[in-house]
């Protein structure tokens, strides 16, 4: 059973561009979240999807950044415009879809985003 | 303010000996807490649960401990191994209807054969 993937697994970005981060989480996982680690910082919670519905983002600027987990496919983060301070790891992570919340989270190994 | 704290300073110990690291938390009523394995340049991996009313949980060579009155989790390795280098991240599961976690930022440990 493969783990959860990202890709790209490194990603280098003008400012002003776009960059879009993809996650397939682990097979038969249909929780995804997504975190983000800035150097010497904790990861930071941004948002949690189910299929076709964005559960909480909370953690989520409100401008520029968007997710999606469609029904088919990866779930994608997209950051429009991009600005330096987006360089950062990004780290997605799953679950299965059961009740109980003891769950441990699998996580990707990340996408390195560099803004120049 | 709600705070998650996790000794910043790198631990470095001998390799046999016991790493204890804190995380110690204000202002929030965590669940569960998880504590998390991270290698340079990898994503976290998971290694404990313990729930909020139980004092301790071990697996193999790892204790935790979780202490609601004094709002602090202890992680214990013992006989450490330089294969334990590697920084770790409590995280707090907090009961808002779906598993939301929020992280410290982690203490690295360092093992010295």
């Known amino acids: 059973n493969a783990g959860v993937m990202q890709n790209p697994r490194h990603l280098v970005r003008r400012r002003g561009q776009e960059a879009r981060l993809r996650c397939s989480p682990m097979?038969?996982?249909?929780?995804v979240y997504w975190y983000r680690q800035l150097p010497e910082e904790g990861l930071k919670f941004m948002v949690y999807l189910q299929k076709e519905n964005i559960i909480d983002e909370s953690g989520m600027p409100k401008e520029r950044f968007s997710a999606e987990f469609p029904k088919e496919g990866p779930s994608i983060l997209r950051i429009q415009q991009v600005v330096r301070g987006d360089s950062a790891a990004y780290f997605c992570?799953?679950?299965?879809?059961?009740?109980?919340?003891?769950?441990?989270?699998?996580f990707g190994p990340g996408t390195r985003l560099t803004v120049l | 303010s709600q705070k998650i704290e996790q000794n910043s300073e790198a631990l470095n110990i001998q390799e046999g000996k016991t790493a204890t690291l804190t995380c110690n938390y204000t202002?929030?009523?965590?669940?569960?807490l998880q504590w998390y394995r991270q290698d340079p340049g990898r994503g976290p991996v998971f290694l404990l649960l313990?729930?909020?009313?139980?004092k301790e949980k071990r697996k193999e060579r790892l204790k935790v401990t979780f202490d609601t009155t004094l709002k602090q989790s202890l992680f214990h390795i013992t006989a450490s191994q330089p294969a334990d280098s590697a920084t770790y991240l409590c995280?707090?599961?907090?009961?808002?209807?779906?598993?939301?976690?929020?992280f410290g930022t982690g203490t690295r440990l360092l093992v010295s054969p």
């Open positions: 202002n929030y009523s965590p669940a569960y």
């Open positions: 992570a799953s679950s299965p879809p059961v009740e109980a919340r003891n769950n441990e989270q699998f």
């Open positions: 097979k038969g996982h249909s929780h």
């Open positions: 995280a707090l599961d907090l009961p808002t209807g779906f598993q939301k976690l929020v």
């Open positions: 313990i729930r909020e009313n139980e």
